[in-house]
């Protein structure tokens, strides 16, 4: 009776597996190193590095003293942005622009408001000196507190829209008293027999000069005790179209709560850290 015959098939070593797969791995890598990365493809969907350099701004620094006043005054601030001719020039060569067509975008951003913003646009560049240069016109107050993010990038939608930045500050000087107005509160709050019950705690804020200047208003709770609830002050947000400059929180008790007697100091803090007087008030839990 034939018998049939097994073959062992060859297995390769796990040191030729590994040699196989690390040759691969190095014919890849020079394969991508060889390639020039500013080198757009054949459809230009490669995007290339930003030929801008830095962005330099003067002043950079602005401060007002008490002795000038409070008013509006108005800075030119002169910006230079550097590039990097050869890159800019190779650019434009591969996407068939003209040079001057080229133009340069500033954006100045609020470093605490980042919604709070402008640009503008400089076509001014000079290939000798590789630069853009521009001056902006700034409309400020003597008593600002401000920081600005300065963003320049390319406004050519050809080119990259990374950026380079630098940093503008403004210190003014205070100017005014901050206080508290008014407060608003309900004088008694009822425990409910169930769930919860919400009531609203707010307060109007001034300055005798600029109520912009007021960065924000806080309220601290006291029990009969003296212990303060919630451990630390109470934030209390912008509500102006319910009042002007009025600034309120919702607070809640519950079923569980005990009757109390509660004590509120309302303050205020400006934008130069200053501050106001606390008011108190009280009101009572039932």
Not at 20 to 26: D, E, F, G, Q
Not at 38 to 62: A, C, F, G, H, M
Not at 180 to 199: A, W
């Amino acid at each position: 009776m034939p018998q049939a015959q097994l073959f062992k098939q060859p297995i390769a070593s796990p040191y030729l597996l590994r040699y196989l797969i690390i040759s691969v791995l190095l014919t890849l890598i020079l394969a991508l190193s060889s390639c020039d990365e500013k080198i757009i493809s054949d459809n230009d969907s490669v995007i290339v590095q930003t030929p801008l350099r830095e962005i330099i701004i003067d002043p950079s620094n602005i401060t007002f003293e008490p002795e000038m006043g409070i008013k509006d005054t108005i800075i030119p601030i002169n910006i230079q942005i550097s590039v990097n001719t050869d890159d800019l020039l190779d650019l434009i060569d591969r996407k068939g622009v003209s040079i001057d067509d080229v133009e340069a975008e500033v954006l100045f951003r609020r470093d605490k408001e980042p919604e709070s913003r402008f640009s503008v646009n400089l076509n001014n560049f000079s290939l000798d000196d590789q630069q853009f240069t521009g001056t902006y016109t700034l409309r400020i107050s003597t008593v600002s507190l401000t920081d600005y993010i300065l963003y320049a990038r390319l406004l050519n939608p050809e080119f990259s829209q990374q950026t380079v930045q630098t940093n503008l500050s403004i210190q003014g000087f205070p100017a005014g008293e901050t206080f508290i107005e008014s407060v608003q509160h309900p004088d008694t709050v009822f425990i409910p027999n169930q769930g919860n019950v919400s009531f609203t705690i707010g307060a109007v804020a001034k300055n005798t000069v600029d109520d912009s200047s007021i960065e924000s208003v806080f309220v601290e709770l006291y029990d009969r005790d003296g212990i303060q609830l919630g451990g630390e002050p109470f934030l209390l947000e912008p509500d102006f179209e319910t009042l002007d400059q009025f600034y309120s929180r919702t607070f809640q008790i519950g079923e569980n709560n005990q009757q109390d007697e509660i004590r509120l100091e309302f303050y205020a803090v400006d934008i130069f850290g200053t501050v106001s007087d606390i008011l108190i008030s009280n009101f009572v839990i039932r």
